[in-house]
Structure formats: structure tokens, C-alpha cells
């Protein structure tokens, strides 16, 4: 017997979810030791700043890659890329469809309209 789609699906489900788990415990059993010794030699007060600190900065490390998507670099002017587009907001009427200059719709009076970028 071949090999059914499904239990193709199935086994890149649990392929990727072994891997995500394996990224996952790289990075908290890490931040859990750190956390633990922490608490251990600084004390209960010192220990839970401490373990904020680290948590924040955990976060904002595995955050990087999402700031310079979004231009939080030298690199790039802003989150196109530097590019300016001459792109337009228009609005359509959710109604008729009709093209939308002021509050309403001029066709049928409607107040409800779409963004629609030219």
C-alpha cells in the first residue's frame, strides 16, 4: 500500500512541532536556570528584578528579527523599504460600490465605505 496524503500531513505536523519544541526548551530552560541562580545567590527581591531583566531582554532578543521587517534599522527608511509609492486612499460604498469623495455615498446616501488604496 502507498503512503496516504494524510499521513504525509501528519508527519510534517509532527515534524514541526518536534522542532518548535526543541527551539522552545533552547531558549526557556536557559532563562529558568538563570532565573533559579538568581534567586538563589541575590535573594527574593534582587532575584525577581533580576529575573524581569532577563525576561524583557529574552524577549527583545527573539524580537529582532521583527524590528528590522518593520525598519528599526539604519538600513531602511521606514517599514517600505525606503520606497515611496505614490499610492492613494480612496473609498468605495459598501451599498452600491460606487465611488465615495465626501461623508456619504452621492448614489444612495450611505455612510458606510471601504479604504481602498489606488
Not at 526557556?28 to 538563589?40: C, E, K, N
Not at 529574552?58 to 515611496?84: M, P, S, T, V
Not at 451599498?95 to 448614489?107: A, D, L, Q
Request: hydrophobic share 45%; proline share 1%; glycine share 10%.
Amino acid at each position: 500500500m502507498g503512503v496516504s496524503f494524510y499521513s504525509i500531513i501528519a508527519m510534517y505536523i509532527v515534524m514541526f512541532n518536534v522542532r518548535l519544541l526543541q527551539r522552545w526548551l533552547l531558549v526557556v530552560v536557559p532563562i529558568i536556570g538563570a532565573s533559579i541562580l538568581a534567586t538563589y545567590f541575590l535573594g527574593f527581591v534582587l532575584g525577581f528584578i533580576s529575573n524581569m531583566f532577563m525576561f524583557i531582554l529574552a524577549i527583545l532578543y527573539i524580537q529582532r528579527k521583527k524590528w528590522r521587517e518593520f525598519g528599526f534599522n539604519d538600513k531602511q527608511e521606514g517599514y517600505y523599504d525606503g520606497r515611496r509609492d505614490d499610492t492613494k486612499l480612496g473609498y468605495l460604498c459598501l451599498s452600491c460600490g460606487s465611488k465615495v469623495n465626501g461623508r456619504t455615498c452621492i448614489k444612495c446616501g450611505s455612510h458606510m465605505k471601504k479604504g481602498v488604496f489606488k
